[in-house]
C-alpha cells in the first residue's frame, strides 16, 4: 500500500510539473508600434497568441527616420496602419519626411519601399483599397495620396493629390482615416476645434476640404462604425461625440461630447459589430468605455472599464480584426497592454509586453 501511494503521489507530481511547462500558445497574428527614433526609425513587432498574450518579435527598421521624445512626440493616432488583409503594413518617418511599405507575415516584414510623404512630418496613414492618404502635420498640413502596385506591392505616389486641411498652418492635425465604405476621407484639427472631410472620387483624387465644427474641443482620434458614423474623442472636452456623414460630406452631430471624466481622452477606437467604443485616456491612466446604440448614439458604459496602472501614460489604441483583444501602448512603462474584450464592453487585462521604446507612436494589430 505505501508504494502504490508513493507511485501516485509521484504521477501526480510529474503530471503537475508538465502542466506548469506547457509550450506557449501559438501566434495567430501580430501588434505593431514605431519606435520613432531620431537615429532611425523601426516597427516593432509582437506576436499575439489566442488568448490575447503577447511576445517580443523584432525591430524592423522603416529606412526613415522619426522624432520621438516624450510620450506622444507626433500627437497623432494611426502613425502605422494595416490594408484589411493584413498583407500590407504601412509607416510614418515623421523626421524624414517620408513612409514606409513593408510586407507583413508570419516569417516578419519586408520593407518594400519607401516614398516622399510629399509634405512635412507625416503623422498619419490611411488606407483603403488599394488607395493610401497620408496627413502631414508640420508646415502648411496636407494631405496626400498614394496607389498600391500590386507587381511589387509598392506604394507609388498619385500625382496631383494633395490637398490642404481648412485650419492652414494652426491646425495641428491628428489623424486620416476613411469610411468604412471609402466614399469619404477624414481629419482632425486639434488646433482649430474642426473636423475636414472630403469626397473621394473614383481615380482616388478627393473634393473638399469640408470643413465642420467639433462638438468639442480638440477633436483627436477618431472611427468609422459599418454605418458610417463617425466616433470623435475630445481631449480638450474630456468626451466622446457621434456624427453621421452626409452625402455631400458635412457632418450631422448625433451625439455632442458625452463626457467620462478622464484626462487627456485622446484616442478612439470601435468594435467591428459597431457596439461599443473606447477611449484612452493618456493623464489618468485609464480606458472608458462606450455603447453606441445602431443609430450611432453614445452613452457612457464604464468611465474606468480599465487601468494601465500608474505613470503608464497610454496613447495608441487597436482592437484585434475579431473585436476580442483591445491593445493599448503604454508609453511611460514602455509596454504594449493586452484587455479581453466582453460580450458585455467590460475589458480584463491579457498581458502586457515590454521593449517599447520613450518616443515610440502608433498601433496596428493582425
Known sequence: MKKQAIGFFLRMGLALVAATQLPAQPAIGDVYTLSNQSTG?????????????????????????????G????GSQG???LDRGGRLLFAVNAGSNDVSAFAAGRDGLELLNV?????????????????VYVLNAGGTPNVAGFTIDHRGNQLVPLPGSERVLSGGAAAKPAEVSFSRDGDFLMVTEKGTQTIDTYLVGDRGYLTGPISNHS???????????????AIVSEAGASALSSYRVS????????SGSVTNGQGAVCWAVVTNDGRFAYTINAATATISSYRVSPAGVLSLLNAVAASTGAGSVPTDAALSPDSRYLYVR???????QGFRVGVDGSLTAAGAAGGVPAGSQGLAVR
Open 215 to 229: 462638438s468639442g474641443a480638440t477633436p483627436f482620434g477618431f472611427e468609422f462604425t459599418h454605418r458610417d458614423v
Open 79 to 81: 502613425a502605422v496602419a
Open 115 to 131: 516614398v516622399s510623404s510629399r509634405g512635412t512630418m507625416p503623422v498619419s496613414v490611411a488606407v483603403r483599397g488599394d488607395l
Open 71 to 74: 510620450n506622444d512626440p507626433l
Open 330 to 336: 503604454a508609453g511611460g512603462a514602455g509596454q504594449v
Open 41 to 69: 526609425n523601426a516597427v516593432v513587432a509582437f506576436h499575439r497568441a489566442a488568448n490575447g498574450a503577447l511576445t517580443f518579435a523584432g525591430t524592423y527598421p522603416t529606412g526613415g527616420s522619426g522624432m520621438g521624445t
Open 247 to 254: 452625402e455631400n460630406g458635412d457632418l450631422q452631430p448625433i
